[in-house]
């Protein structure tokens, strides 16, 4: 089975400075999706950044961009010029490629980010 | 776009009574996903439709627990009887399709359920 890990609990930044969330995951598959979600104090959960793991350009979306590294199964989040409203919960979530039909997304168990004024 | 809409946000009741969440999802996602967000489990799916048929239930905790689509626009997640337990964030999520570009799920703002 498919499992999603967030070793960073925790993480804290200043206001401006770059911050990078890690994420690893496990598969036996070659082809599948990455994504980020971010969920705020509002609980709801939003869609940051999302990669296709044939493609090997890392995925970007303004100041977020995503460092995938295939062969170690990492996929870590990187927040360049950190603003008070990126303060949240940060989940990293794998799905199965479409050909199995499957559509679960596996997450991680986050990873909460506060941002120092 | 209005995005999935749930409703209630917020709801608190007592053990033994049923509990009835709804979801819209966005209009022409053929995909729509219930999740469970608890402190220990984290996110997990219990249920999700492909043009309102149940495709995979397996992560529906158990019978007291069933999941309805009737058309593409609506859907409900049923616990009867509730239980302290099931306490947690319910979300809806919905996706266009399941192949490249159109697979991204879109979740709801969840309903917060106290179940004392």
């Known amino acids: 089975a498919q499992t999603v890990t967030q070793s960073q609990p925790e993480m804290s930044v200043q206001e401006a400075e770059t911050v990078t969330l890690s994420c690893t995951y496990d598969?036996?598959?070659?082809?599948?999706?990455l994504f980020w979600y971010k969920q705020p104090p509002s609980r709801q959960m939003i869609l940051v950044i999302r990669?296709?793991?044939?493609?090997?350009q890392n995925a970007t979306e303004n100041r977020f961009s995503v460092n995938f590294q295939k062969a170690a199964k990492s996929f870590s989040l990187k927040i360049s010029d950190s603003q008070l409203g990126d303060a949240a919960m940060y989940f990293c979530?794998?799905?199965?490629?479409?050909?199995?039909?499957?559509?679960?997304?596996?997450f991680g168990q986050g990873t909460r980010l506060t941002i120092n004024p | 776009d209005a995005g999935v809409i749930q409703s209630p946000r917020h709801e608190v009741t007592e053990m033994g009574q049923e509990v009835t969440l709804r979801c819209k999802p966005i209009?022409?996602?053929?995909?729509l996903f219930w999740y469970r967000q608890t402190m220990m489990r984290g996110l997990e799916l219990l249920i999700y439709?492909?043009?309102?048929?149940?495709?995979?239930d397996s992560g529906m905790p158990e019978d007291r627990f069933s999941a309805k689509m009737p058309n593409a626009s609506f859907s409900t997640l049923k616990i009867q009887p509730s239980e302290p337990r099931d306490s947690a964030v319910y979300f809806c999520?919905?996706?266009?399709?399941?192949?490249?570009?159109?697979?991204?799920?879109?979740f709801g703002p969840g309903t917060r359920l106290l179940v004392l």
């Open positions: 999520a919905s996706s266009r399709g399941q192949f490249r570009g159109s697979e991204t799920q879109y």
């Open positions: 209009s022409g996602h053929d995909y």
């Open positions: 990669q296709e793991a044939y493609k090997q």
């Open positions: 598969t036996s598959e070659s082809d599948y999706y």
């Open positions: 979530a794998y799905r199965t490629p479409p050909i199995q039909g499957a559509q679960k997304l596996v």
């Open positions: 439709f492909n043009n309102n048929v149940p495709i995979d």
